[in-house]
């Protein structure tokens, strides 16, 4: 199993920065990407950014955050960040942590942290 928890949420004005931070814990080894998605009011959850665990540890961004939100991990390779620069409005969301990881058979998990709320003031 893989748990994950968020922290680093807040209110910001248009322009700022936050960063988000998700710490994964249990069977690290299973995981085979961490992802961060938002859910805005009255809309979908989406997919933000991806850090891809096997390989080269490749990134994959959603066109609406590319070259503003950077995803990365630590040396421990436990915890992932958000870096989210040059912050919109349209970026208020609570944004989620997952996890997605392998069990003994083999079989695709997902691991969901609670959320936290991101909030950018015009």
């Known amino acids: 199993q893989v748990q994950v928890a968020e922290s680093g949420g807040g209110s910001v004005q248009a322009g700022g920065s936050l960063r988000l931070s998700c710490k994964a814990s249990?069977?690290?080894?299973?995981?085979?990407?961490m992802n961060w998605y938002r859910q805005a009011p009255g809309k979908q959850r989406e997919l933000v950014a991806s850090l891809f665990f096997v390989g080269s540890l490749s990134t994959d961004y959603a066109d609406s955050v590319k070259g503003r939100f950077t995803i990365t991990r630590d040396s421990a390779g436990n915890t992932v960040f958000l870096q989210m620069d040059t912050l919109k409005p349209e970026d208020t969301a609570v944004y989620y942590c997952n996890a997605y990881y392998y069990d003994d058979n083999v079989r695709g998990l997902d691991a969901w942290g609670q959320g936290t709320l991101v909030t950018v003031s015009s």
């Open positions: 249990g069977k690290i080894f299973s995981i085979n990407s």
